[in-house]
């Protein structure tokens, strides 16, 4: 049973950082990219990050980028995500999500496996 926690969600202030946290059981997490979604109320899932197994190749949003950090700790089965200079359009659930391959997946339907998310409010 393949399982995915995430958090270190919360309230915090726009300009504020915080950090994501997304440990994995029940499958060989280092063979697998990882990945992190959001959602906001009444919009569809979006992709936020991935990050390759090995951890040397990453890749963002737009609308994140400069801003959010993915990383992984495959000792630890872990990822991460740092988010910096928080806005409040970064408000949504976040969810990690562990993709079918070791590939940079932009859509939902790529990742087979997916956390309960985890509630990130920036207020203004």
């Known amino acids: 049973q393949v399982q995915l926690k995430e958090s270190g969600g919360g309230l915090v202030q726009a300009g504020g950082s915080l950090r994501l946290s997304c440990a994995a059981s029940?499958?060989?997490?280092?063979?697998?990219?990882m990945g992190w979604f959001r959602q906001a109320p009444g919009k569809e899932r979006e992709f936020v990050a991935s990050i390759r197994r090995s951890g040397g190749s990453t890749y963002y949003a737009d609308s994140v980028k400069g801003r959010f950090t993915i990383s992984r700790d495959n000792a630890k089965n872990t990822v991460y995500l740092q988010m910096d200079s928080l806005k409040p359009e970064d408000t949504a659930v976040y969810y990690c999500?562990?993709?079918?391959?070791?590939?940079?997946?932009?859509?939902?339907?790529?990742?087979?496996?997916w956390g309960q998310g985890t509630q990130v409010t920036v207020s203004s």
């Open positions: 029940g499958r060989t997490f280092s063979s697998y990219a």
């Open positions: 999500a562990s993709a079918r391959d070791d590939y940079i997946r932009y859509n939902p339907q790529s990742y087979d496996y």
